[in-house]
Each structure stands twice: as C-alpha cells, then as structure tokens.
Antibody, heavy 117, light 111 residues
Framework: QLQLQESGPGLVKPSETLSLICTVSGDSIGRSTYYWGWIRQSPGKGLAWIGNIYYAGSAYYNPSLKSRITMSVDTSKNQFSLRLSSVTAADSGIYYC?????????WGQGTLVTVSS | QSVLTQPPSVSGAPGQRVTISCTGSSSNIGAGYDVHWYQQLPGRAPKLLIFANNNRPSGVPDRFSGSKSDTSASLAISGLQAEDEADYYCQSYDNSLGGSVFGGGTKLTVL
C-alpha cells in the first residue's frame, strides 16, 4: 500500500528557505512512471498547486512560485523534496506531497509550516 | 482568485441531491483537460472523489458523480448524508499556466 510522509521544520524565519522531504513507501519512485507533486493550503484557504516532478528529474512549477522553487528526486532514498526560498508569512500553511495519476490519488497527511521570526 | 470558480458554499437536507459547479475557461476545462474532484474533511488531507471527469476510485459510493461540458464541470451528490459535510475542490490542467489548477473550494453543509 502506497504511503507518503512529509517531513521538515515546522517553523521557518522570514527570508529563509523552506525545505521539505516526502518519503514514499510501498512503491519505488525510480521504477514508477508517475508525477510526484506538492500542494499547499494556507490557513483557512483552499488548495494551491506548487509543482510536480517526474522520477527522471523533470519538474513543472507554479508560475507564481517558479523563481523561488526547486524540486528534486532522490531515488536511492525513495524521496522527493521541495525547497522554497525567500519565504514570507504568505508561505505559511499545510504542505502536502502527493502522487499524480489521474488526479492526485495518494496524499501524505500534510505538514504545517509557519513562517515567523 | 482561483482559475477555476466554485460556489463558496452549498447546502442540502439529508437524502437530498446537491450539485457543485466548477467553471473554467478555454485554457483549462474548455481545452479538453480532465477535471478531478476532491473531498476534504476537517483536519484531513484531501481525498480523490472523482477522476477524469466522471470516474470513481474504488471505495467511493455511487452517490457521487461527475460531469463535464464545455468550460465547466459539476459534482453531484445524491442521498446526502451527514458525513458528506466537507469541503470539495475541483482540479484541472491549465495550458496557459503550464500546470495544475484548483478551484477555490465549496463548503457543503448538511442541514
């Protein structure tokens, strides 16, 4: 059974870089042909797509965040990651990792990130 | 402001049927891209409810159905139950943005 688990610091200072990892179990990122994505949800708000990455490394980012995002895959650890630079309070929220097939079928439980000094 | 427009809220009594609309444009739904629907219960991760316009993943009751026409899509829930009270989101692909887009979400209240 596929499971995804987000991890990373829950508190990030303004202007610093937010770094999150999604650990996948029950499937091998390197053998699958799916896209792996990040979605966030600001407090009390809706879902917002951050970006997708393919196991081979090609990535697609939300244009509004593109200048600040880096996504990568580590097939040896069966993980993919998100780095978001120059964060502000507007980047606070719950960050979800997910696997995309037709839609996002499998989701992690989400991790809360607060941007505050 | 979301690329896909949903009503902020809908409501219905137990047993009734409700629909939630998702209005897009020629660069997303109108371009032929699939629409997916998610249910998010309070404090939980979203759950895929309908994929590729009108398909239910295994385990989703047939009370939930989806449709798509021109630049919009709809989620219908029949035989409303108390446990259907949740937020619902539509999602598609937008070729002008080059990525996925979500609707703003609709809060369903079961009266």
């Amino acid at each position: 059974q596929l499971q995804l688990q987000e991890s990373g610091p829950g508190l990030v200072k303004p202007s610093e870089t937010l770094s999150l990892i999604c650990t996948v179990s029950g499937d091998s990122i390197g053998r699958s042909t799916y896209y792996w994505g990040w979605i966030r949800q600001s407090p009390g708000k809706g879902l917002a797509w951050i970006g997708n990455i393919y196991y081979a490394g090609s990535a697609y980012y939300n244009p509004s965040l593109k200048s600040r995002i880096t996504m990568s895959v580590d097939t040896s650890k069966n993980q993919f990651s998100l780095r978001l630079s120059s964060v502000t309070a507007a980047d606070s929220g719950i960050y979800y990792c997910a696997r995309q097939t037709y839609g996002y079928y499998h989701w992690g439980q989400g991790t809360l990130v607060t941007v505050s000094s | 402001q979301s690329v896909l427009t949903q009503p902020p809220s809908v409501s219905g009594a137990p047993g009734q049927r409700v629909t939630i609309s998702c209005t897009g444009s020629s660069s997303n739904i109108g371009a032929g891209y699939d629409v997916h629907w998610y249910q998010q219960l309070p404090g939980r991760a979203p759950k895929l409810l309908i994929f590729a316009n009108n398909n239910r993943p295994s385990g989703v009751p047939d009370r939930f159905s989806g449709s798509k026409s021109d630049t919009s899509a709809s989620l219908a829930i029949s035989g409303l139950q108390a446990e259907d009270e949740a937020d619902y989101y539509c999602q598609s692909y937008d070729n002008s943005l080059g990525g996925s887009v979500f609707g703003g979400g609709t809060k369903l209240t079961v009266l």
